[in-house]
């Protein structure tokens, strides 16, 4: 597992079986501004795609991204991979606030779009990607990697299939990250850019509330951010929290910030709690708070069993896998699409209803 104290830079340890033979699913990257588009294509990878050809204007974010993955080739620009017929997806980690723009020539090109979270970060710009969905009937699939790479969050997902919890009544989710300020590049404290807190990590606990409840829809009824400790940089929430109800019945409520402190084992303390009628789940997801016994921790009590799983290599991450077969067959079976759009809106209405609290 890579660096375990900059949230940047972690990269789960991909373990998908490969779906698919060498070949017969091409896809690219392009817009290298985030790491996680090392994960991503590592995922893909080990799904069975092949990566072709990546493209990003700094030559210096191209060679570290190489180094990663050499067999891939550089492409001269944009439109190349654009043009190419036999790649079938692209990858993307651009500056959120151009995300959009990116996918929507991803889908003009006739290619389906695998965009790192947040998705976007405008209630405008998820109109122009919900049109051009219709449109191309391309789809544009978002790396919620809270969940889809987290084997705690997937087993947590199988087991309130199963009824071990009953009817979810509330999911509760935490996601403290380390800031690392001198390792962030300048549009990190833009908020134009970034798209405010709520949005930019707000949107994998958005995710796992509509997820984990089996809702399509939620409204939020309260939110709040702040920048508690950073005047230097004015643009930057280091602190947002809020609540919603969904159309299940079910409350949700998150807490997301930048105060992960230096002594702490990893980058951020992330966990999940999910509240049934019959039961409860938590899950510890990257860290056990106090001990040195690695990742992937789920707690489960329910009428017959308090049990703490240790998850790690022993589920997997079948959400890439899934997409690929989906962008082959246009099926929907990894993540609907309006799940997809429904996160980004929500958490984008969080964002721009939030109290500010001054410190």
Not at 24 to 37: K, N, P, S, T, Y
Not at 69 to 96: K, N, Q, Y
Not at 242 to 270: K, M, N
Request: with cysteine; aromatic share 10%.
């Amino acid at each position: 597992m890579a660096n375990k104290s900059n949230g940047m830079a972690y990269m789960p340890e991909s373990m998908s079986a490969p779906i698919v033979k060498p070949g017969e699913f091409v896809f690219a990257a392009i817009a290298l501004d985030h790491r996680h588009i090392i994960s991503m294509c590592n995922a893909l990878i080990h799904a069975g795609g092949t990566l072709k050809s990546v493209y990003d204007p700094d030559p210096l974010k191209v060679t570290d991204f190489l180094r990663a993955f050499p067999a891939a080739t550089p492409a001269r620009c944009e439109e190349e991979i654009l043009s190419d017929p036999e790649i079938l997806l692209v990858a993307g980690a651009a500056v959120p606030s151009e995300r959009c723009a990116l996918g929507l020539r991803v889908m003009d090109a006739g290619k389906d779009y695998f965009t790192d979270k947040a998705p976007l970060t405008t209630l405008e710009q998820l109109a122009a990607a919900k049109a051009k969905a219709v449109e191309t009937g391309r789809k544009y699939m978002v790396y919620y990697s809270e969940r889809l790479h987290s084997e705690a969050g997937i087993f947590a997902g199988q087991l309130i299939g199963q009824g071990a919890i009953g009817k979810v009544i509330q999911v509760l989710g935490l996601g403290p990250h380390r800031l690392n300020a001198a390792t962030r590049p300048p549009w990190f404290f833009e908020k134009e850019k970034y798209g405010g807190i709520l949005c930019d990590l707000g949107c994998h606990q958005i995710e796992q509330i509509l997820f984990y409840a089996g809702a399509t829809d939620a409204t939020v009824t309260h939110s709040q951010t702040a920048n508690y400790a950073h005047p230097q940089f004015p643009g930057l929430d280091d602190f947002g929290d809020a609540s919603l109800v969904t159309d299940t019945g079910a409350a949700g409520y998150f807490r997301v910030d930048w105060f992960t402190p230096d002594g702490l084992q990893t980058w951020g303390d992330g966990r999940t709690i999910i509240l049934g009628t019959e039961g409860f789940i938590e899950q510890r997801k990257y860290m056990n708070l106090g001990a040195n016994d690695g990742d992937e921790h789920l707690f489960l009590a329910n009428g017959t069993e308090e049990t703490h799983f240790r998850l790690r290599g022993k589920v997997g991450y079948p959400f890439f896998g899934q997409l690929i077969l989906d962008c082959l067959h246009h099926t929907e079976n990894a993540m609907t699409q309006a799940h997809a759009f429904k996160t980004a809106e929500l958490c984008i209405k969080a964002q721009i209803q939030a109290m500010q609290i001054a410190p």
